[in-house]
């Protein structure tokens, strides 16, 4: 793992208990919007990039229900173990994944989800492809940033293999 990953999966497992309980409510609410913007279908199946504590991963499972599947994954082990404790929903599977390399077939999913992650990441692009990789052909990728549009923008209008 290189330097930069090392420092975040430290810096999250370090403060996962607490993440998210201050700022009332601010990650639950730009990810339940995150999910209603998407709009994921019951029976479709999603998958979280840096779920963290469940901010968009639980208002995504109970969107997409028990014959959905609902998959987060995060870099951070402390973030999925917090996740795993708070997960309201048997149905939702937790995994520590690195985001550059998602270990799951092509084509799996409806809809790939990352809230407030991609500027955590060393290489976006390559996340990106990865993304589109698990997405099936007429899936959607849901991601939200902090800042204006332009950086965001550059990422998405760049050429994801």
């Not at 009332?24 to 999910?35: P, R």
């Not at 404790?85 to 690195?98: R, T």
């Not at 985001?99 to 290489?123: I, K, R, T, Y």
């Not at 492809?129 to 899936?139: A, H, N």
Request: negative net charge.
């Amino acid at each position: 793992m290189d330097t930069h990953k090392a420092w975040v999966q430290t810096t999250f497992d370090k403060g996962a208990s607490g993440y998210g309980e201050k700022g009332c409510g601010y990650f639950a609410y730009f990810g339940k919007k995150l999910v209603d913007l998407a709009s994921p279908q019951p029976g479709d199946a999603i998958l979280d990039v840096a779920c963290g504590r469940g901010a968009v991963l639980f208002p995504a499972a109970q969107a997409v229900g028990e014959k959905g599947k609902a998959v987060g994954i995060d870099i951070s082990s402390q973030m999925i173990e917090e996740a795993k404790k708070e997960s309201p929903f048997s149905w939702i599977q937790l995994q520590q994944m690195d985001a550059e390399e998602l270990q799951f077939q092509p084509e799996a999913f409806d809809v790939v989800f990352s809230g407030f992650c991609l500027f955590f990441l060393p290489n976006v692009q390559k996340a990106l492809s990865e993304f589109k990789r698990v997405l099936k052909p007429s899936g959607k990728i849901a991601v939200s940033v902090w800042g204006d549009r332009s950086e965001l923008d550059s990422w998405f209008h760049a050429k994801i293999h």
